[in-house]
């Protein structure tokens, strides 16, 4: 438990070598079906749009729970606080 670092801002990425289940939805990330993944462009905008938010906590959105990288990975996703752009 001393090796666990709190991430107030921290994506699932930057805590992936801290605990098992972040690799575990890495890889589900990575294995999902192209039709329903959203363009790398847009997965990064989202997820740069994520870390600015103050509902960021240890990669998750504190305002509906999902694990946001997991959220973002899905282009018919919305944010739940509306300030992600639809994928078109």
């Given amino acids: 438990m001393d090796n666990l670092r709190l ?3 921290c994506l699932i990425r930057d805590m992936a070598d801290q605990n098992k289940i972040f ?27 994520c870390r600015e938010c103050d509902m960021l906590f240890q990669g998750m959105c504190r305002k509906c729970g999902c ?7 899905v282009k018919a996703n919305g944010c739940p606080g509306k300030r992600w752009r639809e994928e078109g």
Avoid: F, W
């Fill in 7 to 9: 991430c107030k801002k």
């Fill in 23 to 49: 690799q575990t939805l890495r890889d589900y990330i990575e294995n999902l079906d192209i039709d329903i993944r959203a363009g790398e462009a847009l997965y990064e905008e989202r997820l740069s749009l």
């Fill in 67 to 73: 694990y946001v990288e997991l959220r973002a990975a």
